[in-house]
Antibody, heavy 117, light 112 residues
């Protein structure tokens, strides 16, 4: 069965950096595009970034463009999100998601990123 | 920027039917598929409707989706409400001009 497990969240100071990982299992990782979606505490869902199955096509939300970098390692069945110049408004639970019948058909359990001094 | 607008909350009694709307800000909402996700407290979202009106396996047929081009809106209808349907529901579509994926602000469904 499809399993997505995020890690790497934590407390970081404004201006700091963090790298999130998403370990995938139960499917052929290299066949699917992947996304990061975040949810600020008590708020709604916000799409953050997309990467195609090969990694050749990447998109970012305007709110993170230039600060966040999405990548994947198909040999390691892993998805990453490098987050730099973090701001308080980046505080959220970050989910990785795989396409399914829907664009975000499968979700991980999320990892919490808190940006605070 | 393309946006999706949902009511903040809706409530209805068990056994009744409720409809949650999702209105597109510009262009035609029918131009790209709309999905609906259910999120229970403390859990990740799950898909209840994809491609406007398709149900994933395991989602009861009490859930249905539709598109109304005249009002540029999508709707999620849940019939025979159960207390377990109480959750946040998000519509989602695609802004092909960017390209970006877009979520509505979410609707909290209370079944009381």
């Amino acid at each position: 069965q499809v399993q997505l497990v995020e890690s790497g969240g934590g407390l970081v100071k404004p201006g700091g950096s963090l790298r999130l990982s998403c370990a995938a299992s139960g499917f052929t990782f290299s066949d699917y595009y992947m996304s990061w979606i975040r949810q600020a505490p008590g708020k709604g869902l916000e799409w953050v970034s997309y990467i195609s199955s090969s990694g050749s096509t990447i998109y970012y939300a305007d709110s993170v463009k230039g600060r966040f970098t999405i990548s994947r390692d198909n040999a390691k069945n892993s998805l990453y999100l490098q987050m730099n110049s973090l701001r308080a408004e980046d505080t959220a639970v970050y989910y990785c998601a795989r396409e399914g019948a829907a664009p975000f058909g499968y979700w991980g359990q999320g990892t919490l990123v808190t940006v605070s001094s | 920027n393309f946006m999706l607008t949902q009511p903040h909350s809706v409530s209805e009694s068990p056994g009744k039917t409720v409809t949650i709307s999702c209105t597109g800000s510009s262009g035609s909402i029918a131009s790209n598929y709309v999905q609906w996700y259910q999120q229970r407290p403390g859990s990740a979202p799950t898909t209840v409707i994809y491609e406007d009106n398709q149900r994933p396996s395991g989602v009861p047929d009490r859930f249905s989706g539709s598109i109304d081009s005249s009002s540029n809106s999508a709707s999620l209808t849940i019939s025979g409400l159960k207390t377990e349907d109480e959750a946040d529901y998000y519509c989602q579509s695609y802004d092909s001009s960017k390209p970006h994926w877009v979520f509505g602000g979410g609707t909290k469904l209370t079944v009381l």
